[in-house]
């Protein structure tokens, strides 16, 4: 059971977390820019990370200090507007301030605090403006709605909304919560590997116990059928993170396989959710497209197709005209490495099949058209090697995300 | 030496060729879409096709005749206006049936026909249309510099202008010229494969004598470094094809390894012009873009870089702004698969160092942005891993694209 959360509906959250959001002054806007999750002692933590090679000083610290503390974390910083990437050795210095500045006011070390990024690249991290901010945020922190819905608005960068996911599960010794809180709306290709990085920011909060070694599977198993399957522009971010926190405040804990099920069953609704929220607000996007790519002889396999078809310039642009010109899916397909014949491939679009065995089937152009012009689309190909299927995600390619990423103001 | 021929200047004709152009009725618009190239007997031939795994029946067809002729072909015959690909079995009949009519009318072999389309992918080729209009293409076919231009104007799609490139070269016996025409403007990302396939079409003529197997080395290797670097959206076509015809009819030959290294200098730098032209005509482009990529380990890893940059959107939609964010040039590197030490990366954008050992330098946004503005733009990124280097030739991507590619009217 998942519910989306339109900002004016209850939210439901886990027990032992405290959200704050604030502007700092990053972005000139002068919108929310900070934002903090204040974290129990003894909450264990798991999260992957961006598999690009230049990552951000904030992905390199969270990274090392996960490490460290072996899943302990305290408190979650993320100040969007900057991604403190490509600053080199200051830009690590920038970070571990920060860091060190919230865990004195938290009485933590400076390791336990989990610090993430987003914005532009290359730029130095306004320090000073964060480091003043934290006393305030510090003191803002509560266990509301109304303060995680602040906390989700200061992560959002080219996001036109906050993106919620929750439900809850059972596991040994009662009921327990998941909730999920994500930004991330261009540069949206995540490509998660284990132990992980991206600029999709995700935080999933549960109020169930769990061990760190637990978590971190749990959370893989998600990701790679969910974030992993997604793609707006097809562009990697350096910044990319998905993290996993288990507060242990319900009085519930993981034990048995049953309550490792449920727990899996929640984080891939709640992760689904949220990924299908990311494309649905993606950069200028009309169309919110549901990729099913079958017939595959591995997951691996059907994965690649999906994300050449995905990815495909041409493929997106014909979308973005509600045009039925399958011939680029199949093109598409045709390039995706993957040694498939094309003899074999059936290509449906909405409820019509529009491609048999290669070839192009009869079908009524103007339906096609019609429901392609809705904001969700269905797309399904078949290649007739195997039995291994997946969903991907992903969106159409508009005049409008050309405007927005051209737009000289950097 | 090359000259890249703008349509009113004198153009180098390679003797022994008879070319021809016409309207067929194939395009909607009545412009021209069928041509001809008549070709001396003794003429040898060598071809690389895309390496789509989906390709066009004209590829299949062509492919095979010249395997089993070993490199003979009597004449060229290229529609616009349709790829006929993905029509199953009878899209090869359709193409076998115009290569037998054009035989019969050449008193040649059907097999010695090499057929070659583009155009929309997955609709019937109009067969009866072009069986129609054969006699008049033949009557029609002259070694005149006109002829040759009507010839390059019928392979056209969504190109502005069409493309040539010559130079004279020697070789035992005396002077030889050897002539490219090309077309291509989308759907361009050519991943020829020796022996290869891309819907970018290029035809080189000489007049030296050659056999087929010293032909196909040579046209590897100017393709190598020339086709195979420029990319316009990173969609590689399902119809590729570089073709390279030698008559003999200048009555010299191809002999010394001095000879070879003087074609092989004509063929590359006609390659890379015609390369060139294919990138500054990319539907929607703004800028032609240079793209070095230096200090990689090997040619095939600088490329590797180079394609990852070349075919980002970030990266794309940034040059369309004119936009010196060099961030998202280095994320880009970071995705390519390389494994990039991002602390050894420097960035050049026109005349300035951007970006220093993978952070940002001091440098005059403004002149950057200038720079940027110029319809011819030089990018340049040192990996510091070593001294294989690679250029690339890219474009934007502008909301002219989008707006060329979306347009539902296919």
């Known amino acids: 059971m998942t519910w989306n959360h339109p900002p004016a509906r209850r939210l439901l959250l886990p027990r032992g977390f405290r959200f704050a959001g604030l502007a700092a002054g990053i972005k000139k806007s002068g919108k929310l820019d900070l934002g903090l999750v204040d974290i129990p002692r003894g909450a264990a933590a798991a999260a992957v990370f961006t598999s690009n090679r230049v990552v951000a000083a904030h992905v390199e610290v969270a990274r090392d200090s996960l490490r460290a503390t072996r899943g302990r974390v305290r408190a979650l910083v993320v100040n969007s507007g900057n991604a403190n990437c490509a600053n080199g050795r200051a830009g690590r210095r920038d970070c571990e301030a920060v860091c060190r500045a919230l865990a004195r006011l938290l009485k933590a070390s400076a390791r336990e605090v989990f610090p993430s990024s987003t914005g532009v690249i290359g730029i130095r991290l306004p320090r000073q403006k964060i480091l003043r901010a934290l006393p305030a945020l510090v003191a803002a922190r509560r266990d509301s709605a109304?303060?995680?819905?602040?906390?989700?608005?200061?992560?959002?960068?080219?996001?036109?909304?906050?993106?919620?996911?929750?439900?809850?599960?059972?596991?040994?010794g009662g009921p327990a919560t998941l909730l999920g809180i994500a930004k991330g709306a261009g540069m949206i290709h995540p490509r998660l590997a284990p132990p992980a990085h991206a600029t999709m920011l995700v935080y999933l909060f549960t109020d169930a116990a769990a061990r760190a070694q637990q978590l971190q599977p749990l959370l893989w198993e998600a990701v790679s059928r969910t974030f992993n399957r997604i793609s707006v522009d097809g562009d990697t971010s350096t910044n990319d993170t998905v993290l996993l926190l288990a507060s242990g405040a319900a009085g519930t804990r993981l034990a048995s396989q049953a309550d490792r099920r449920r727990i899996a069953q929640a984080l891939e609704s709640i992760c689904a959710s949220l990924a299908r929220q990311i494309v649905a607000d993606g950069e200028g996007a009309g169309h919110f497209?549901?990729?099913?790519?079958?017939?595959?002889?591995?997951?691996?396999?059907?994965?690649?197709?999906?994300?050449?078809?995905?990815?495909?310039?041409?493929v997106k642009t014909a979308w973005a005209g509600a045009d039925p010109n399958w011939g680029r899916i199949l093109s598409a397909a045709g390039n995706s490495g993957v040694a498939l014949d094309p003899r074999r491939v059936d290509i449906f679009l909405g409820g019509q099949q529009v491609c048999r065995r290669g070839a192009a089937c009869p079908f009524d152009a103007r339906r096609a058209h019609r429901e392609l012009g809705q904001r969700e689309v269905s797309v399904r190909v078949r290649l007739g090697r195997g039995r291994a299927r997946v969903r991907f995600w992903t969106c159409d390619l508009t005049a409008e995300y050309v405007r927005e990423n051209s737009d000289y103001t950097t």
Do not use: H, Q, W
Request: glycine letters at 2%; aromatic letters at 6%; a positive charge.
């Open 146 to 172: 109304a303060a995680a819905r602040r906390f989700a608005r200061a992560i959002m960068t080219t996001d036109t909304r906050p993106k919620f996911a929750a439900a809850p599960f059972r596991c040994r």
């Open 289 to 314: 497209v549901d990729l099913e790519v079958e017939g595959a002889r591995t997951e691996a396999e059907a994965e690649r197709v999906a994300r050449a078809i995905a990815n495909s310039p041409l």
